[in-house]
């Protein structure tokens, strides 16, 4: 078994960021670009780890905010590591739980707030609900919202966490704003960043040193800053320079807000600042047209709830575009979701019979439409990266969006 972790490029653009390569772990390796799906809780709802790995899943991506508070990360330190735990054959990524600790989409509208000094009335979002998060220097005091219990997490917390949870790939700890925070208050969470990323650095160090015989768990640092260019160029400057006792950090995790209309400027931004022989991942964007975007200015992997959040409720990716398997409109349809797609889902079931199923309220129906999503969008990126090894990337993704996005407006909900 491979104890270390690399990176390695096989082929890079010459007129623009997009690149090609593996990431290796002691997992196995991850070709590169990759959407990676996402486990919330060690598990893809729905889906058995045997069926993401038969339409191509090459990583599953983890929180350690909710495996923290349940079952608890030394449940899965016990268990031989989070892989081993939910019985999947490859490695595995978790996010650091400061997204999920600070914007508390968990069962919860968003509830966030904040002690600085300097913020808006509008910077509390749903000001009236109770607060669950409060952010000082030394970390975020929060709320569970399984059952209320007080917690905290600082950088040390989140490094304890996440060595435990045993994850191939991890992500430093930060305070992740939303685009209604003040430009002072980007600035002092920017800081607040700056310093955990230093503090998540010496914490990785101690417990890798410690864990001896444990697989390296490599580190990703978070790259905010919101929509300013100057903050963001700034942080991956600091981030991708930064080191702290000998170690830094193994690879880049592009977060925070992301206007969707800017991402590609914002992501260009800190990729042609980003050390180049470092793997980038791009948080939580999995929408085909942005997958476009991340890929061509450089991001390498990329993770989001969407395919599978959509799949339950009975809306499908296809090239014909986005739309909705409750339709009456598909109730003798005996076409497959995708005539185009090869996943398990498509090759052995019509969307008469998904209509049914959603109809009828019946468990398979995430099942089967989650296995389609999945397929759709890890299938995507998988052939912009062999697009960009037969050079022929532009035309390949005109190609797809002509057809997609020009179907979606068309389509009929
Ligand atoms: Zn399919």
Redesign the pocket.
């Given at each position: 078994m491979l104890l270390s972790f690399s990176f390695d490029i096989k082929h890079a653009e010459s007129n623009s960021l997009a690149r090609v390569g593996t990431i290796n772990t002691p997992h196995g390796p991850v070709q590169t670009p990759a959407f990676i799906p996402v486990g919330t809780k060690a598990t893809v709802k729905s889906v058995l780890p045997e069926a993401m790995k038969d339409l191509g899943s090459q990583a599953l991506l983890s929180n350690a905010y909710h495996l923290y508070l349940q079952p608890g990360s030394d449940v899965l330190d016990e268990a031989g590591g989070l892989a081993k735990f939910m019985n999947w054959p490859g490695p595995t990524f978790t996010d650091s739980g400061g997204f999920q600790v600070l914007s508390l989409g968990v069962g919860f509208k968003k509830v966030l707030a904040m002690d600085a000094q300097t913020f808006r009335r509008d910077d509390v979002i749903a000001g009236n609900k109770d607060r669950l998060a409060h952010v000082d220097d030394e970390g975020v005091t929060f709320k569970s919202h399984l059952d209320g219990s007080m917690h905290r997490f600082t950088p040390e917390v989140s490094m304890q966490v996440q060595h435990q949870i045993g994850a191939d790939i991890m992500f430093a700890f930060d305070e992740c704003t939303t685009l209604h925070n003040t430009r002072p208050y980007q600035e002092l969470a920017m800081d607040r960043t700056y310093a955990w990323a230093i503090r998540c650095l010496d914490e990785h160090k101690r417990l890798t040193e410690e864990r001896i015989g444990k697989p390296y768990q490599a580190l990703f640092g978070v790259i905010q800053g919101a929509q300013y260019e100057d903050l963001r160029k700034k942080a991956a400057t600091d981030f991708g320079t930064m080191e702290s006792n000998g170690q830094s950090f193994d690879g880049f995790g592009i977060g925070g807000a992301l206007d969707k209309g800017q991402l590609g400027t914002i992501v260009s931004w800190v990729n042609e600042i980003l050390p180049e022989d470092k793997p980038r991942h791009l948080l939580g964007i999995g929408a085909p047209e942005d997958l476009f975007v991340g890929v061509e200015n450089g991001c390498d992997t990329f993770d989001c709830v969407l395919a599978s959040r959509i799949a339950r409720t009975s809306a499908v990716y296809t090239m014909e575009g986005r739309f909705n398997l409750s339709n009456s409109r598909f109730k003798r349809d005996f076409t497959?979701?995708?005539s185009q797609?090869?996943?398990?889902?498509?090759?052995h079931y019509t969307r008469a019979y998904m209509h049914h199923v959603f109809r009828g309220k019946e468990i398979i129906s995430a099942t089967l439409a989650t296995?389609?999503n999945e397929?759709?969008i890890v299938r995507l990126v998988d052939q912009m990266r062999q697009a960009l090894l037969d050079g022929n990337f532009a035309d390949m993704k005109a190609d797809f969006l002509g057809r997609y996005l020009h179907r979606s407006g068309q389509a009929r909900d």
């Open positions: 497959p979701i995708d797609c090869d996943c398990y889902t498509c090759t296995i389609h397929s759709f």
